[in-house]
């Protein structure tokens, strides 16, 4: 029988322990505060930007949130992110994607300090990761992590298929597997026999925003597979993984919704609390 990995509670117990940790940083006199930037007004991402809100304020942290026009300039959005880079009682800044059109998202995403860039993906954070520095990892990959952790499934000699090479999944989770020693294997647009990578795999990471993508022609009988992706139908929330087929033939699956939705939110709880954490050390220096 295939388990279903509970996402849900296990990221319960991340956002817990780090409220616990909050408690203990703010009786010191320093609590941890997040700064949401949301352009325009994008249901999805107003969605995705409250659900953020809500978590920081359990948790106990501060809630710095800055909303502008859909039309804003360039310049303007860039001011307020160096506005909250300036401000001490800001330990983390996330900048909603996508952006509108007209803004050019990497060179923004860039404004923001290594220091207080919980969503990892500037050019400087990526940098660290990719050399294995102390640094501020991209959320979702550092879920998938944590939820093997979880589940106690061993990364070291493990072999990996990532199936996906974006920005913001693929590629650092590839670096990030790759340190705690699996052996990777990475698959994208152009690979031509995708269940050639993905059946010799223990375990098969999906993060290509293709709905349904996966199925039981990719996956070996008993392997883990994890599923990124998250797509909205008539009939509710799907991935990029044909779960119901896979029953039987998994080993353990991350169902949609559900898997690895909320650890990204307690990655991004546990990524602030970490810039507050260690822009109190002496030798931290922004950048």
Same mark, same amino acid.
Request: proline residues 7%; glycine residues 12%.
């Given at each position: 029988?295939?388990?279903?990995?509970?996402?849900?509670?296990?990221?319960?117990?991340?956002?817990?322990?780090?409220?616990?940790?909050?408690?203990?940083?703010?009786?010191?006199?320093?609590?941890?505060?997040?700064?949401?930037?949301?352009?325009?007004?994008?249901?999805?991402?107003?969605?995705?930007?409250?659900?953020?809100?809500?978590?920081?304020?359990?948790?106990?942290?501060?809630?710095?949130?800055?909303?502008?026009?859909?039309?804003?300039?360039?310049?303007?959005?860039?001011?307020?992110?160096?506005?909250?880079?300036?401000?001490?009682?800001?330990?983390?800044?996330?900048?909603?994607?996508?952006?509108?059109?007209?803004?050019?998202?990497?060179? !923004?995403?860039? +404004?923001?300090?290594? $220091?207080?860039? *919980?969503?990892?993906?500037? &050019?400087?954070? %990526? @940098?660290?990761?990719? #050399?294995?520095?102390?640094?501020?990892?991209?959320?979702?990959?550092?879920?998938?992590?944590?939820?093997?952790?979880?589940?106690?499934?061993?990364?070291?000699?493990?072999?990996?298929?990532?199936?996906?090479?974006?920005?913001?999944?693929?590629?650092?989770?590839?670096? !990030?597997?790759? +340190?705690?020693?699996? $052996?990777?294997? *990475?698959?994208?647009?152009? &690979?031509?026999? %995708? @269940?050639?990578?993905? #059946?010799?795999?223990?375990?098969?990471?999906?993060?290509?925003?293709?709905?349904?993508?996966?199925?039981?022609?990719?996956?070996?009988?008993?392997?883990?597979?994890?599923?990124?992706?998250?797509?909205?139908?008539?009939?509710?929330?799907?991935?990029?993984?044909?779960?119901?087929?896979?029953?039987?033939?998994?080993?353990?699956?991350?169902?949609?919704?559900?898997?690895?939705?909320?650890?990204?939110?307690?990655?991004?709880?546990?990524?602030?609390?970490?810039?507050?954490?260690?822009?109190?050390?002496?030798?931290?220096?922004?950048?």
């Amino acid at each position: 029988m295939t388990t279903r990995i509970d996402g849900t509670g296990i990221a319960r117990r991340i956002r817990s322990q780090v409220a616990e940790e909050v408690a203990a940083v703010a009786a010191s006199g320093r609590v941890p505060g997040l700064a949401t930037v949301l352009v325009g007004d994008d249901p999805a991402s107003a969605v995705y930007v409250a659900a953020k809100r809500r978590a920081i304020k359990e948790a106990g942290m501060r809630d710095f949130h800055r909303h502008l026009p859909q039309h804003a300039p360039h310049d303007d959005v860039a001011a307020m992110i160096d506005e909250l880079a300036a401000a001490p009682a800001v330990s983390g800044i996330l900048l909603q994607l996508p952006l509108p059109r007209h803004l050019d998202a990497a060179t !923004l995403i860039d +404004r923001i300090p290594v $220091t207080k860039d *919980v969503d990892g993906l500037t &050019t400087a954070s %990526l @940098g660290l990761l990719a #050399r294995g520095e102390r640094g501020l990892r991209p959320c979702t990959p550092s879920g998938v992590i944590e939820l093997l952790d979880a589940e106690g499934i061993p990364l070291k000699g493990a072999n990996v298929a990532v199936v996906g090479w974006g920005e913001l999944v693929g590629k650092p989770l590839t670096h !990030l597997l790759l +340190r705690r020693g699996a $052996t990777v294997s *990475v698959a994208h647009e152009f &690979t031509t026999d %995708l @269940g050639a990578v993905t #059946r010799p795999a223990d375990i098969v990471v999906v993060a290509t925003g293709v709905r349904g993508l996966i199925g039981p022609e990719h996956v070996r009988p008993g392997a883990v597979v994890i599923d990124v992706g998250i797509h909205r139908t008539p009939s509710g929330l799907a991935g990029d993984v044909r779960t119901g087929e896979l029953d039987g033939i998994a080993g353990r699956i991350t169902p949609v919704p559900g898997g690895v939705g909320p650890m990204t939110i307690a990655m991004l709880l546990v990524n602030t609390l970490r810039a507050a954490q260690w822009s109190a050390e002496p030798d931290v220096v922004a950048a």
